[in-house]
Each structure stands twice: as structure tokens, then as C-alpha cells.
């Protein structure tokens, strides 16, 4: 009646476990899973945005991406459309402005017809002591990502209603949104923000045809992401190392990700809030996982302390 | 080896719950425990605020309230005051405005001194279909529950931790905050905001003497909710049938925990969010919990049928 | 600067929302997925079990199903196998057992090696009023669900260390894991116990290669869950009316999903909870949702109440 | 419009942090308030369980307090009501075992008749790499815990419903039961049940007149716990370095808390998962706090680094 099996021997912690993870990039869903369907994404120009238009785009997916800086959407845009024969449009628009918002609403309307898959993506960020945050700080991050994301799917969500028309909405926040965190505080905040906002219109309108659902990826190399938030590249190596699959993620996992949710598969899931991280989020929260840190000896040792324990 | 007791008799549900769970209004820690103490409630003139305000009054605090409308905030603090024999301060202030709310903690300085307790409070909100916000109408709402909290607590955070002073912060949110809700969907995002924000800075700023909690009301009725909530009245039967311990909170209920997480007895709390709802959220969120409506004559079909069952 | 769309006309909810969320029932990722891999599910041989084994197998794995009739598992296996192709075999196995847990994996390891996906979906639930609850129907259910999914889970794993070969381990819970729910609680218990399980070990064995995630399924008609319980049928009109999407789910649906989670494209899920539920969850959690009733005459009547309130 | 207030000195993490959150040790609620009252605690001979108890019966409160040793009990009782004059009862009884449990119950009634508290607080643990678990490792732990918290509760839930007698149920689990964590598998999977058991019923067994709530402590030094979970002293000081109060916990500081919520105060507080951690989980969980080891000069060249990126 042992508790401990004597027979499994006691492991140190392998230094190559990402060697059983390896990423796979290639597209997941059938061809033309997304034909004549319309897909409107914003911050699609770069980062994970633009391998979920990819993959969008690979599957047959028309589509619209939007963010401020035009010459990058529309080299973006060119060069998916070149490789998957599929069109993108692109759509100069600041996602905090509402008028600009109606605005691009109105010039997607008119290119491609309201969009069945929206993917609020468009974000900002940046590390900062708290203390040292200005009220412009705080609402320069606030006003892009949950304003922005509100005016977005507020104004395609009025528009679709009207027109009888269901869609997939999708919101891309981070695993900090449910625990908060120090140093990126706007950013934990606006993202909570949208996580309710998803949640609450998945139960409120799913009576008009609409789906909402949420990923929440964990650190993923990107230009706009690491230069803010990692710039001297300090901290890649301790979160690579918590982080139990051993790597940091890929883009085009989201995008697979993200092109499930979005397709019909899926339409079934709504309300849902999706952590693909590695399991960093898990590895991180549990008090006792810095136990990794302790080598077989250690445990033999601690072992038999605690079997010579007696009473509380 | 039965599955169920046959002696338990089965019951029906009893009406008169509520009597099992009558409300002690009365303040429940020591008297004088706030002496020397200042305490800042934003939103203090009416509804919780005032209850809370109350209770710190009578436990010695020397109160400072803040909202837009100075007559009313002169009234309650001149009621509280005569009523307590403490001061109680009165400083016109719109938290949206950081401006204003800069101008509000140099008054308050002067006056008092920076407060040793904070308790976010005011907020706005009213009941509507997501399809008939408006940018302006969603605005409204954010602007002073999200930025208005965030507006407060980073300048007090800033000039408490140049001082080298501690503080204990409270936010009054709400049990939607997790979950989202349909028609009051700017207040569950915003709200979801000052969540994740208490919960980074009890992270990030407890080097600096600072506590940051959180309390989660169910209904309680005060002018300002319920007339923008349930202006009918017709929802308040069958929030009041679901509700486990069968009532509506009081403000004072509110006002006893707030005193407690605020005071030095919980100098070890922090992070912590405590939802006080008599259980309403537990009983809406569980898959089965309508089940309540079985009579006991249907338990004991439901019985036979279930233990006949045969297979999968 | 109004705070509502007074062009946004008021919509009364669409009965036939369900028509937008037509399931999908086809096997999602490409063919040959799980060529040469090795899939073990419990309780494989009827409901969501049964389904996963299916789109495993169509997909190329190799599938052991485990769980107490083994005329059930044959019936399954034989009707599966000629469907596809591929190999189903066959493990009589109690999962409240260690030593026929361990049994069974010495039957499977000679059958087949050890597994690369597993998945942990056997289960037994009952509704029943707690004060009629016995410990022997409490444990009844715990010891199928927590202790079952815990000694297949550690049994497995030890081996696949011993064996340092990587893995996919799967569980199946509910969406009232995380909520609680009254009159299914030993299940409620057991499956939040599940979760915990997979999470610690998402975080503690990611280094020895294996990944640990979730399903939380909504509403599916299996007959397995479904007579034990809404035996009368009587509560599934109220189930279908609070899910956004209009309708239950299909075994198919959770059977998709379950083979993205254990396939290579989610090297880096590790540590998720997925719902999928329609939506029902957010919908019953959310404190407000039930406006879904009021009327557009009575919304138009509400807004004006709202407008006309002064103060707090 | 900067985002950043220059006038903001950056500071470096005071190392005396835990001089602002000196703990209160008195208790809290008003002499009395328990008189007439019977508390029932598990585990009250030792550790939390005594400070509750003792905070119980200096309020006034008859206890009984229950557990395997008798000897234990009977000097912990001795000495509690030496010192506070109130009657202390004992009763050996092993959790684990229903017809104990059912027999203390027994015992409790002739002595005090049934409680108006009840504190499920019994557990064990100890840290274990999960692969040397055997199934009798996890049955210790989670017969004790889980099981042991169910036949208590359940047990006398029936005998309270039978006598239409009100109570208040209390549970203490631990900061992991939501996160999960590894090397603590068994004992987070089992506080994990308890947690849904107490939701499940918080939202049943209200209309019978019973609250449940669940006390989550983070570290708090008694033998029985840190003898098992850190024989060698080794983590002590790497958690207090990510505590934000900079301290552990203190036992009379659980038992303020337990005073609380077990009292007419909290009367309308039901399903409530109190954290109670000087700040250690959100400190974990949030993905960036580890950038409080960024000195100031970091911070200014990283400030730097930052606003040079240009595009994503
Ligand atoms: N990479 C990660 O590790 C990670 C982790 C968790 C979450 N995320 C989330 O993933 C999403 C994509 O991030 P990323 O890593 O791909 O970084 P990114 O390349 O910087 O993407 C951000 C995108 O948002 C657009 N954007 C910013 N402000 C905008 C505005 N006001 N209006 C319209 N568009 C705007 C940017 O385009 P313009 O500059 O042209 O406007 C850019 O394309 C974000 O929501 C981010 O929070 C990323
Ligand atoms: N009552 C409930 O059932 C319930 C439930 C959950 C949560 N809550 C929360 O409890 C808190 C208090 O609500 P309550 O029920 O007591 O309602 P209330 O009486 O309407 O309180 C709101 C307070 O906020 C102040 N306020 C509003 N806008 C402001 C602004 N821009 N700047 C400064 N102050 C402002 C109001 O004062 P002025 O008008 O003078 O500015 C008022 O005193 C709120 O955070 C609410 O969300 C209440
Ligand atoms: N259907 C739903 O609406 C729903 C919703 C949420 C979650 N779920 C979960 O989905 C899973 C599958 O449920 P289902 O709806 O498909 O019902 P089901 O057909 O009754 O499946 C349960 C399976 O578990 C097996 N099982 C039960 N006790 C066992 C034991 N002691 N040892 C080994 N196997 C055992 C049964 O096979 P034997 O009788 O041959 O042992 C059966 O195949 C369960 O985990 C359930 O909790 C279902
Ligand atoms: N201290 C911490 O840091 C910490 C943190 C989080 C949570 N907790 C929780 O706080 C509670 C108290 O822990 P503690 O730190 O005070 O440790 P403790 O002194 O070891 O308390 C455990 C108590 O449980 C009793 N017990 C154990 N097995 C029992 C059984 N089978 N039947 C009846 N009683 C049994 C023990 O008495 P006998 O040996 O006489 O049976 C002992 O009095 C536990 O639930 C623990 O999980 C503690």
C-alpha cells in the first residue's frame, strides 16, 4: 500500500522536449472550406494577422484587411493574393475612430458584400512601470483595443442584424487577460474588456445568426509584439524555458486555430475563450511547478523527510 | 449499496427561504479601527458609495467623497458626518476627465492628506440591446467605469508611491464581470477592465505598499441601478426566485466586507476578488440548477426511470 | 451625441436562429492524419466516445477502445472498422479499477504499443437531489469519473516516460466543471477534479512530452447521457431555447474538434479548456440575458423610463 | 500627449514591502457574536483548524472540533477553553470513512445538538513527482479530501434539511485548485472537487437555509502543511519574493476571515471562492511580472528601445 512507486525511476527533466513539438504550418481544413465566403480581419497586414488572412485566403476566403498603414496592407495584400490566387482587399482604417470604422464598413460593403468571418486582431502594446503611465498611456492602448474592437463589431454586428445575416466573429486577446499582469496594464484591461464583450454577445446575439469566440495565444514571435514588449530579448529565454512544450508558437497555429473557429465546423461553438499557449498560462499559475527545478537526489532526499514526518 | 437514501425524505422547495438569511446591517468591526485613517470613495454620495462611506465613517475614517453632482454630495456628507461626529469631505469631480480628477487629489491633499484606503465606486450603466448602442452610448459607459478607474488609480498609485506611503484599493464591479451578460454589454466589458486592472497592480505595486482587491455585488437596490436596470420593476420576481438565499443584498452587507478588506485585518489580501451575491451567480451559471423545480411526486418518477435505464 | 442607434429598428428574436448553425458532421482535418498513430479512448464504444474513435479512425489511427461491456466494444469496433479500414480493437476494462487500468495497458501495449493519443472520455452521471445522495452514489460516480481518468492517466504516462515517447491526452468534461451545478454534483465534483488533473499535469509533464487539454461539451443527445438525465425529455425544450445557436449538439461536432486537439497541428495546445456548448454556458452565466424577452414594445417603453431618470 | 510621466521617477522595488502589510492577529467581529452558536471543525486540532476554532470559541461559539488523533484534539481543546472559557468538544473521526463520519455526527448531536458552522478543513498532502504516484498515493489524498469533504457535508446536510435547521458551510481549499499545479496533483484535482462540491450546493441548498463559501489560503507556515510540501525550507524564500505583501500568511488571519464569513454578517454571501494570498497567484499568473527585476536603468533604455520601433 506504498504511495510512491519505487519502480518508476525517478527523471530529470529532458533539456530537448520541444523535439516532440514541433510545429506543423500548413493549412488544416479542406480546400475550399471558405469559398464565396468573406472574410474582414483587422491588423492584417502583419504578425498573426496576416497568417490568418493566409490561411483564409488558402481555403478560398475573399479577403478584407484594415489598419492604418496602407502601404503595408497592400503589400500584404499582393503578395497572399499572388500565392493563393485569391483576392485581398485592403481598407486604410484606425479602428479607434468610429467614423472611420463606418467608413471602411461602408467601402467593404460596396468591394465584397458584408463579411461571414470577422477577426478582431488589431491590437497595441508596450511594457511600462505603471507608475510611469500617462493618462494618454493608458487610453493611446484602451482606445485601440477595446474601443476599437467594440466600433467593429458594433457597426458589422448592426449591419448584419439589418441584413438577416449571420457571421463568425473572432477576437484575438492573450492569456493575461483572465489573471491581469503588471507591466503591460492597459493592455491586460482592454483585452478583459473584450473577453466580456465577446462573451456577452455570444449570449445576446446568437438569436441573429452570430457566433463569438476568443483565442488567447501566448508569446509568438512577431515584429510588433517582441520590439515592444521583449525589446532587448531579455526575457525569450526564461519564457521559453516555463513554457512546458519548450518553444514559443507559431503564427500559422493561430491561423489554424482561428480558421477552425471561423469555419462551419465550428458552428457549434460560441462563448468559447481558447488559451494556445504551450501551456505557459497553466505552467506559470501552479504554485508548486518550480519543483521541476528539483534534480532526482534532491527528491529521494525529500522523500524520506516527508515519510519521517509525524503529525500537523 | 443503494445510491440514494430512502430515508431522506424528498422536499420541496421552501418558500420562505429568506428568513434563514436576514441582513445585519449594524458595522462589524471595532469601533475606532479607521481612526487616523483617510478614505477616498469615489461615487460615495449615494447608493453603496454612501453605505460605505458610512461605515468607514462610524469606524473613525476621516472620508473624502467625489462625483459630479456637488449638492448631493454635500447633503450625504453632511448627513453622514452628523450622524458618525467624523468629517467628511466633498470634492465635485468627473472621473473621466483626467484633468479633473488630477485637480480632485490636490484638493484632496490639502484637505486631508492622500488617503490610506480607495474604494472605486462610481460607475454608470443602463439596460439596451447591443444593436442600438451607439459609438457614443458604448463611450458613456467605459469612460467612466474603465477610465475613470484607471484615471483615479494611477494618479493616487503615483503620488502615494512617491510619498512612500501604502493604500488599500477596493473596486466595486459586478458578478458579470466574468461571465459577460447581454444588454448591459459596455458595463460587463468595462467592468471585466477594472477587474484585470486591480488584479495587475496587486501584482505590480505591492513592492510599493499597495493592496488591490476586489468585490463582486449581486442586486442590491439603490435608486441610481434599478432605474436604469429593471425600470419596470419586472425582473426583480425573478431575480429574487433565483437568488439562493432568497433576497436582495443591502448596501450595508456591502459596506461591512468593504470595511473589512479596506481595513488591517486583511493586510493579507490581495489580488483577491469576492463576489457577494447571496449565490446568484452559481445558481444562474449551473447546467442543472433548474432542476429545483421538480416537485418531489417527479423526483420519484424521475427515479424509476433512471434506474431502469439499461446501457448507453 | 445620442447613446442609441435610432436607425437600429428594434428586432424581436428570430425563432429560427438554428437554421444559421447547420452542423457539420464530416471529418475536418486531412486524410491520413493519424496514420501510424495509436489512439486509445474510454468508453469508446457508444455516445461522444464512439464518435471520436470514428473520426480517429477515418482519419488513420489505430484505436483501442476500453471500457466495461465488452459486447458493446465489439459491436462498435466491428461496425467502425469496416467502415473505415482500420483496426478498432477491443479492451474490456473498468477504469475504477487500478489493477484492470493496468491490465488493460499491458493488453494494449501488446496489441498495439503504447498509445501516442489518448483520450479520457468514460463517464457516469445521474440527477439526483443532494440530501438524497448516498456516499455509495457519491462514490459511485467519483470514483468512474476522477479516480478513473486518474489511474488511467498515471498509469499511461509512467509508461510513456519509462518509454520516452511523447503523447496527447484528452479529457472530456462538462461546462458545469467550472460553475458547480446543483442536483449533478458528484459529477460536477469529479469533473472540476478532472480538469485540475490535466492542468497540474499540462504544467508537470509537458517536459517528458506530453500535452494535457480539455472538452467541455453543452447539451449532445446521447443515450447514455440523456436518460440519466432528462429521463422525461421534459427539459430539453428549456435547454435548446437558452443556447445562442438553437439546437444541441452533435457527437460529430465534439469528435472534430477532439482530433485537431490530438493532432499535430495543436503541438502547442497545451493546458486549454475548449467549450463547446452553443453557447448555453455564457448564455445561463450572464445576469442580464434574460432580456432577451422583452419585447421591441417594451424596449421602446424601458428606453424612455431610462431617459427620464434623474440621480441616483 | 506623452504616454509616459517623466515626472514619474522610476523606483526600484522597496526590499521592505512586507512593513506595510503587517498582520492583525486580534479577532475581528464583535465579542459575542457566535454565543449560542455550535461550530463543527475538521481538523481543528492543528494548524488553521486551530485558529479558527480558537477565533470560534473566543467569539463565543461552542466548537467541536474532529479528527483522527484524540490525543491532539483533546489538548488543543483543553487549551482553547482554558483560555476562552467557552466549551470545546472532541470526536475521533477519520473523514475518509462515511460510517465515522455518520457515528461523530451522532456523537455531535448528543453533545451539542447540530451546528450552525461547519468548517470542512480536514486534508492531507505532499509533494511527489506525479509519475511516481501510485493509485494508493492519489486514493490518500483524495479520500481524505474530496471524499472525506463530501460524507461531512452531505451527512449533515440531510440531518439539518430533516430538522428545517439553517447553517453556514465553509471549505478551505488552496490558491491551486483553479490554476491546478504539478508535483500537488491528487490534492489539487481533490480541492478542485471540493470547490465545485460547494458551488453545486451553494446554489441547491439554499432554499434549505445553508450558504457555502471556500477559503483559498496561499503559503501560511504549520507544521502540518510545510513539513510536507517543503521538508528542506528550500522555496520558502522564493515564494515570499513573489508574495507583493512580501510575507506568508498568518493562521488567525484565515480565521478573522472564517469568522466572517461564518457569521450573520456575511448572511447573504453564498458561493463565494475567497482568495486569501498576500497577492501570490495573480503575482504567478500574469505572463509579465517577472519585469519587476528590470532595475530603473533598464527601464530607460528599454523606454528607449521601444519608441524607436518603427511599424509592426
Ligand atoms: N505575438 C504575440 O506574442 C501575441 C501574444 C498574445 C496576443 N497577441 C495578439 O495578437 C494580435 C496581433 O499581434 P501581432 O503579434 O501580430 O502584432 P502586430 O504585427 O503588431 O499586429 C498588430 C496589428 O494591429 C494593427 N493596428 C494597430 N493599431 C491599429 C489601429 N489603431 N487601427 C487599426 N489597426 C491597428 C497594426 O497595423 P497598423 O500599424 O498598420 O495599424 C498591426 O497590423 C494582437 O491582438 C495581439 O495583442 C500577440
Ligand atoms: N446596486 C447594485 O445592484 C449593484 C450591483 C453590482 C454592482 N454595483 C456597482 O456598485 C457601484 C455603486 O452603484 P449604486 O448601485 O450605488 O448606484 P449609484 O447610486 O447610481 O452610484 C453610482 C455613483 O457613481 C457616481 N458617478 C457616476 N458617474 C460619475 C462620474 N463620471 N464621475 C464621478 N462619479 C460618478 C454617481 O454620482 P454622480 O451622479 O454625482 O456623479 C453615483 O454616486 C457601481 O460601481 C455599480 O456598478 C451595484
Ligand atoms: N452527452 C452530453 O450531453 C455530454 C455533455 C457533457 C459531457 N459529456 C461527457 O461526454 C462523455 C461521454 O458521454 P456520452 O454522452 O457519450 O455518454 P455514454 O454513451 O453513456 O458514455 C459513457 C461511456 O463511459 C463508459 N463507462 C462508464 N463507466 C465506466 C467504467 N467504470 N469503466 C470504463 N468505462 C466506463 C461507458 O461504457 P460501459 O457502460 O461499457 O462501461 C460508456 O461507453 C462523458 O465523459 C460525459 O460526461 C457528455
Ligand atoms: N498551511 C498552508 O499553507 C495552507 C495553504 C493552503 C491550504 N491549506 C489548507 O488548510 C487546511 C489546514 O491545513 P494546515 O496547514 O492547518 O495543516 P494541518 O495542521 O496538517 O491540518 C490538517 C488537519 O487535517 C486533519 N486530518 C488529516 N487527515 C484526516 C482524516 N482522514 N480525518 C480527519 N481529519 C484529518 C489533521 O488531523 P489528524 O492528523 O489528527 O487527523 C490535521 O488537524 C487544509 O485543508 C489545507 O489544505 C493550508
Known amino acids: ?26 493549412a488544416m481544413l479542406p480546400p475550399g472550406t471558405f469559398k464565396d465566403r468573406v472574410a474582414f480581419i483587422t491588423g492584417g497586414g502583419t504578425g498573426l494577422g ?8 488558402q481555403l478560398g476566403a475573399v479577403c478584407v484587411i484594415a489598419s492604418r498603414k496602407l502601404d503595408v496592407l497592400q503589400k500584404t495584400a499582393e503578395e497572399i493574393s499572388s500565392q493563393t490566387g485569391n483576392k485581398v482587399h485592403v481598407v486604410q482604417c484606425d479602428v479607434k475612430d468610429p467614423q472611420a470604422v463606418s467608413g471602411c464598413v461602408d ?33 493611446s492602448i484602451t482606445d ?48 478583459a474588456g473584450v473577453e466580456a464583450l465577446y462573451k456577452s454577445l455570444a449570449a445576446e446575439w ?5 457566433r463569438f469566440n476568443i483565442i488567447q495565444p501566448g508569446p509568438i514571435r512577431t515584429k510588433g509584439a517582441f520590439s515592444r514588449l521583449d525589446p532587448t530579448g531579455r526575457f525569450e529565454k526564461a519564457m521559453i524555458d516555463r513554457i512546458p512544450t519548450g518553444r514559443l508558437g507559431k503564427p500559422e497555429e493561430v491561423a489554424n486555430l482561428a480558421a477552425y473557429i471561423s469555419s462551419n465546423y465550428a458552428t457549434w461553438m460560441s462563448g468559447a475563450v481558447i488559451r494556445l499557449d504551450g501551456g505557459e498560462y497553466v505552467s506559470m499559475a ?23 514526518t509525524k503529525g500537523s
Not at 155 to 166: D, F, H, M, P, V
Not at 206 to 210: D, L, N, P, S, V
Not at 286 to 308: A, C, D, H, Q, Y
Open 286 to 308: 501552479g504554485e508548486f511547478n518550480e519543483l521541476r527545478r528539483v534534480t532526482p537526489e534532491e527528491w529521494k532526499m525529500m522523500e524520506t523527510m516527508i515519510r519521517s
Open 50 to 57: 496576416r497568417a490568418m488572412t493566409t490561411t483564409l485566403s
Open 144 to 191: 485601440i483595443v477595446l474601443n476599437g474592437t467594440a466600433y467593429v463589431t458594433l457597426e458589422l454586428g448592426k449591419r448584419l442584424i439589418q441584413n438577416q445575416k449571420g457571421a463568425s466573429f473572432l477576437a484575438i486577446t492573450t492569456i493575461y487577460a483572465e489573471s491581469g499582469s503588471g507591466f503591460v496594464v492597459p493592455s491586460a484591461s482592454a483585452k
Open 107 to 139: 467601402m467593404m460593403e460596396s468591394l465584397t458584400g458584408l463579411p461571414d468571418i470577422i477577426i478582431n486582431n488589431a491590437a497595441g502594446n508596450f511594457v511600462c512601470p505603471s507608475e510611469r503611465l500617462s493618462p494618454n498611456g493608458w487610453k
Open 206 to 210: 446568437g438569436r441573429y445568426g452570430h
Open 1 to 26: 500500500r506504498s504511495w510512491i512507486h519505487h519502480s518508476a525511476a525517478l527523471q530529470s527533466g529532458s533539456a530537448s522536449k520541444s523535439t516532440f513539438f514541433a510545429p506543423v504550418e500548413d
